[in-house]
């Protein structure tokens, strides 16, 4: 009797017109089934807390209130907020903990072009600036939150518009003195799932979960335009125990960069990035990677499994990106069952990444590249195989080849095979490989467990 006596002073107290009543909302609460981390008891929809989906009129303020007042549901039972169809503009907001965000089909979220409705933040600890190496401030992310619990990102195939052109085009002018913000942030959470939605033209990157434990990003689609760059689509950063898995991305930077922190920031807070599974991706990058190791990668990058991946007119597949002042390691990354048509590309790793947040890097920190394996993969219309370049008395090490068979375009690179600074083995991989990659009868290896993410079972909820 207690508990509900505190649920009825609360409705009272916060004035939800329609919580808990589906038959007021019949367009949003329509008995759609979806799977989830977690069900709500509480469920509201945007326009009760006067949102306007017109496509002009502002929705920041509908949202933070929606939110804020939700909030007061995490203890009891948690609380959903849906948000119909219709185009819902509205500026920068940040989530809550026990709390579902669900964008129906036909419902557009727009992202403001007003930067007075993106507030300035700091950067982040591990990379000491922003990334766009303007000033030390960033815009926050449009859907964003920090220190939060169980969070749902999900629809029925509903869309996020960045709106990136404003932003894109006062990059490329120069006119920014902060960085630009990123789709989704969510920072120092767990128990994170964004799935079902579709994601469209963000400022700068789509997805990016950082000092996050437990993330699940499922049944994604981003795209955007193949000739703007850093619109990267899923970027873990400084995570533990994430699964990607079933996205679609189109972008004109990594379709997947895995991150950990910049030079002397990321060295210093320590944070790595583990436990990660990336499966069943397609991708079209033509002047990015399929997947990324880098080049932010000063708190380390490990344990990393990427299987079952469709590469479509692609620069690379997996990049490794590094350099001397990145310090810490890139190792223990096992990728198979690639298959790529029109790359320029397959393999690409490279020690000179030089791009560093400020003078305070130290150049001696230098990064340690082992125990990297690739198996069972085919690649059509390639213009070079490999291009293969470790640190001077730093070489990357480990490397393992198998079972890969490359058929090249009608005009090709001479020399397919670029190594330098690099020791592994190859086994049945055609072009031949380059001398620092003898051939070795065996199999790379790929690890046989699961890591506990990909264990998770979804619960069945309801609109």
């Known amino acids: 009797m207690r508990l509900v006596f505190g649920i009825l002073v609360l409705l009272a ?7 808990e009543s589906r038959s007021h909302h019949p367009s949003a609460y329509s008995g759609i089934e979806f799977s989830a981390l977690n069900c709500r008891k509480h ?4 326009t009760d807390f006067g949102g306007v989906g017109d496509g002009k009129t502002s929705n920041t303020k509908a949202f933070k209130t929606a939110i804020s007042n939700l909030s007061h549901l995490a203890s009891y039972g948690g609380a959903q907020l ?20 669900f964008i129906q089909k036909g419902a557009t979220i727009l992202a403001s072009q007003d930067e007075s409705e993106w507030p300035v ?22 859907i964003s939150g920090t220190n939060l619990t169980d969070v749902v990102i999900t629809g029925n195939n509903g869309t996020i518009n960045g709106q990136g052109q404003y932003w894109w085009d006062k990059f490329k002018k120069k006119q920014f003195k902060v960085t630009r913000p990123y789709m989704i942030e969510l920072l120092f959470s767990k128990n994170i799932q964004i799935s079902n939605i579709t994601l469209v033209d963000s400022p700068s990157w789509h997805i990016h979960p950082v000092y996050c434990n437990n993330v699940i990003v499922k049944s994604i689609t981003i795209v955007a335009p193949v000739d703007v760059p850093n619109t990267d689509g899923i970027n873990p950063d400084s995570c533990t125990n994430t699964l990607i898995e079933d996205c679609y991305i189109v972008s004109g930077d990594d379709c997947i960069a895995v991150k950990s922190g910049w030079d002397q920031y990321g060295i210093k807070f320590g944070m790595p990035t583990q436990q990660l599974s990336i499966r069943r991706l397609t991708c079209i990058s033509p002047k990015s990677a399929g997947v990324a190791l880098g080049s932010e990668m000063s708190g380390g990058i490990k344990d990393v499994r990427i299987e ?10 997996v990049r490794i990106k590094t350099a001397a002042g990145r310090g810490v390691y890139v190792k223990d990354i096992y990728a198979r069952r690639f298959t790529m048509k029109t790359m320029k590309y397959v393999f690409w790793m490279s020690g000179n990444y030089n791009q560093h947040p400020d003078e305070g890097y130290d150049p001696k920190a230098l990064p340690e590249v082992s125990n990297i394996n690739f198996s069972d993969m085919t690649a059509e219309n390639v213009t070079m195989s490999a291009s293969l370049a470790g640190i001077d008395k730093d070489p990357f090490t480990g490397i393992c080849i198998s079972n890969v068979n490359i058929t090249l375009s009608a005009k090709p690179k001479e020399v397919q095979w670029n190594c330098t600074n690099m020791a592994g083995v190859t086994s049945r991989v055609k072009p031949e490989p380059c001398s620092l990659l003898p051939e070795k009868n065996m199999d790379c290896k790929f690890p046989s467990d699961l890591i506990p993410i990909e264990s998770v079972v979804f619960n069945k909820c309801y609109l």
Do not use: M, Q
């Open 43 to 46: 469920k509201a929809v945007i």
């Open 121 to 142: 933040v700091a950067p982040l600890p591990s990379y000491g600036k922003g990334r766009d190496g303007t000033g030390t401030g960033r815009f926050n992310s449009l």
């Open 13 to 19: 107290i916060f004035r939800f017109p329609t919580i």
């Open 82 to 101: 849906v948000v119909p169809p219709g185009k819902w503009l509205t500026g920068s907001f940040n989530l809550t903990s026990h709390f579902t965000l």
């Open 308 to 317: 079952d991946v469709t590469l479509i007119n692609t620069e690379s597949s």
